[in-house]
């Protein structure tokens, strides 16, 4: 089946301090895309970083950067020098078959970050 | 600002009416995705357009039809209202080129409330 698992309800960190928010998928394609979305308190979604199955090298877009292990089916975010606009909630998400007919996004539940001064 | 706009924001109607979201993506992007967010589903994808074309369907209920029209715009038709439909409608859109990176970009959402 096709899933992807978060599985930290919440985190809190400090600020300036790095945080690992943790993504497990599960597919059979060989072709996938993962993605992370992070969802502020106003309720938008805004795309921050992109990885594809295919990528040798790990993801980094500014402070973000995805964790990614094959082997592993983890694609884990990586947020460095947090800040207080940091806090909200983030999606891991993931399109099978990627490049395929659609490219629809299967999202895990998410998880909630706090980020303290 | 992702370039995709979605109205209205906020909609608030009663049980059994008919509401419609409708969705504008950012421009040059051919394809339109609509997903439903809500508290005990989570974010689920409902159904994807391709240039005027339907390409996928997820968890769409019968009683909810999408379209895309010429101009790439796209409507979302809810009918027959539920108490459980209450749930935030987002629009995300992508170049849709089939290859590469086809990232989607979400409007602000629809929060639809039904009492």
């Known amino acids: 089946a096709q899933k992807i698992t978060q599985t930290q309800p919440g985190m809190f960190v400090q600020e300036k301090e790095a945080v690992t928010l943790d993504c497990t998928y599960d597919?059979?394609?060989?072709?996938?895309?993962l993605f992370w979305y992070k969802q502020p308190s106003s309720g938008e979604m805004i795309f921050l970083i992109y990885?594809?199955?295919?990528?040798?090298q790990n993801a980094t877009e500014g402070r973000y950067s995805l964790n990614f292990q094959k082997a592993r089916k983890s694609a884990n975010l990586v947020i460095s020098a947090s800040q207080l606009g940091d806090s909200a909630m983030y999606f891991c998400?993931?399109?099978?078959?990627?490049?395929?007919?659609?490219?629809?996004?299967?999202f895990g539940t998410g998880t909630l970050l706090a980020v303290q001064p | 600002d992702s370039g995709v706009t979605q109205t209205p924001k906020h909609l608030i109607t009663a049980t059994g009416q008919r509401v419609t979201l409708r969705c504008s993506p950012r421009?040059?992007?051919?394809?339109v995705y609509w997903y439903q967010q809500s508290l005990d589903q989570g974010l689920q994808f409902l159904i994807q357009?391709?240039?005027?074309?339907?390409?996928a369907k997820g968890n769409i209920l019968e009683r909810f039809s999408a379209q895309q029209f010429p101009d790439l715009h796209s409507e979302l038709n809810l009918s027959s209202l539920e108490l459980g439909d209450s749930a935030l409608y987002f629009c995300?859109?992508?170049?849709?080129?089939?290859?590469?990176?086809?990232?989607?970009?979400f409007g602000p959402g629809t929060r639809l409330t039904v009492l």
């Open positions: 421009s040059g992007d051919l394809s």
């Open positions: 995300a859109s992508s170049p849709g080129v089939g290859a590469g990176t086809d990232t989607q970009y």
């Open positions: 998400a993931m399109t099978p078959n990627y490049g395929g007919a659609t490219n629809k996004l299967i």
């Open positions: 597919t059979s394609d060989p072709s996938y895309g």
């Open positions: 990885q594809g199955s295919y990528d040798q």
């Open positions: 357009y391709y240039n005027g074309e339907e390409r």
